[in-house]
């Protein structure tokens, strides 16, 4: 048995807080978790929806019903199958969402990358390939990948300010856990400011406005 791969087009599905104008002055690139929907993912960012704020919420190319066979529908970015090939797909869907807004936005427009869970992996390996515009990383309950090459990593995360923020109570972020991402960072030369609230795995409006004030 021989295993082929073949390239073939593919309709993506994204969401939008706000329109595209000269008076935009941020651009949010925001990637959801595990078992989400974009425009449900979307909703948590209301808060940002001032008139000078674009928030992109790009959805997950892989769908599936989160309970047997019918009912609710989530969305992943990857699985363990043809994990290379996902990846390489990730980031040409993403380049290609960025610059379909970039040509619609001013020059100046300053870019925020956030990614939730399962999409803050999506988005550190995305960043990882060198070609993102970015200005700024929010890391929100994530875990960082450990397949990101060193070297490409390093050069990609250099002087970018990241932020990480996770809750107090959340069951996916285990002390062990945290040290290790904290170490791979570090490896990385990435030094995060660092938020907390109390609750879980979940988006905090509050928290997202002061991390948009600070970093």
């Known amino acids: 048995m021989t295993e082929h791969n073949l ?33 449900f993912f979307l909703r948590h960012f209301s ?34 199958e043809d994990r290379l090939s996902e990846i390489n797909d990730q980031a040409n869907y993403l380049n290609l969402l960025l610059q379909e807004q970039l040509r619609q936005l001013p020059r100046n427009v300053r870019i925020t990358v956030l990614g939730f869970s399962q999409g803050g992996a999506t988005v550190s390996r995305w ?11 929010i890391l929100w309950a994530a875990s960082f990948p450990e397949d ?14 990241v932020a990480m923020v996770y809750g ?9 856990a945290l040290q290790r991402k904290q170490q791979l960072m570090q490896e990385l030369g990435i030094e995060p400011q660092v938020y907390t609230f109390e609750g879980s795995h979940t988006l905090h409006p509050e928290i997202l406005e002061l991390v948009d004030g600070e970093l």
């Open 47 to 80: 808060v940002l929806d001032d008139g000078h704020t674009l928030v992109v919420a790009p959805e997950a190319l892989s769908r599936f019903y989160l309970e047997r066979f019918s009912g609710r529908v989530g969305a992943t970015w990857m699985t363990k």
């Open 127 to 137: 960043l990882a390939t060198q070609q993102v515009p970015v200005h700024r990383l």
């Open 148 to 161: 990101i090459d060193f070297a490409a990593g390093k050069a990609a995360f250099n002087n970018l300010p």
């Open 7 to 39: 390239t073939v087009p593919r309709t993506a599905r994204f969401y939008t807080l706000g329109m595209p104008s000269e008076s935009i002055k941020d651009l949010w690139i925001v990637c959801h978790g595990y078992g989400q929907l974009a425009r």
């Open 168 to 176: 107090t109570q959340d069951e996916f972020i285990t002390p062990e």
